[in-house]
């Protein structure tokens, strides 16, 4: 199984702040990360696909970039409705993995 | 607009069989893959298994023994058995579109509460 490594586990941060949120895969994978938020009681909504692409009516404030083993999801200026949880999931090959997630709070 | 509703009991025995319909309103489940995930109370997220609507299968190795998905597309729903539980089956289960090429999860069901308890 491919492992997916994110960093940090949980954040603080303020309205207007950029964020920043990696992951890194335990070999190159190429492209294949997708993002999701989660936020409580909820199901997972997919933000970034293929590492880069913005899933449609996903704000512009969220971007992703990486390949090969290093990704980043960036939030370039945190909106109230943000504080959620994050994780990366790799598509490269089965079984699917996800990170453990990222906590973004105040 | 695509919608994905998980049904099935919410209270499972020890040694008993797991199952879960999810129902797919606002589209069609012919074509695409559909998947089942679950994510233990406050952990993370399990890709469980997919299934393509005509019958390519395939299930995470870490719990292939006990699964078996289906689809049933008369009724536009597909399935998940999962046999021999244990509270660590313990979990929110949910079940999503899986998009190909490239791969994700683009649409959720809202998630049911499975809990394992005699």
């Known amino acids: 199984d491919i492992q997916m490594t994110q960093s940090p586990s949980s954040l603080s941060a303020s309205v207007g702040d950029r964020v920043t949120i990696t992951c890194r895969a335990g070999q190159s994978i190429s492209i294949y990360v997708n993002w999701y938020q989660q936020k409580p009681g909820k199901a997972p909504e997919l933000l970034i696909y293929?590492?880069?692409s913005l899933q449609s009516g996903v704000p512009s404030r969220f971007s992703g970039s990486g390949s090969g083993t290093d990704f980043t999801l960036t939030i370039s200026s945190l909106q109230p409705e943000d504080f959620a949880t994050y994780y990366c999931q790799q598509s490269y090959s089965t079984p699917q993995t996800f990170g453990g997630g990222t906590k973004v709070d105040i | 607009q695509l919608q994905l509703q998980e049904s099935g009991p919410g209270l499972v025995k020890p040694s008993e069989t797991l199952s879960l319909t999810c129902t797919v309103s606002?589209?069609?489940?012919?074509?695409?893959?559909w998947s089942w995930i679950r994510q233990p109370p406050g952990k993370g997220l399990e890709w469980i298994g997919y299934m393509y609507y005509s019958g390519n299968i395939n299930y995470n190795p870490s719990l292939k023994s006990r699964v078996t998905i289906s689809v049933d597309t008369s009724k536009n729903q597909f399935s998940l058995k999962l046999s021999s539980v244990t509270a660590a089956d313990t979990a929110v289960y949910y079940c999503a579109r899986l998009y190909s090429s490239p791969s994700y999860f683009d649409y959720w069901g809202q998630g049911t509460l499975v809990t394992v308890s005699s």
């Open positions: 293929a590492a880069s």
């Open positions: 606002g589209g069609s489940i012919s074509s695409y893959y």
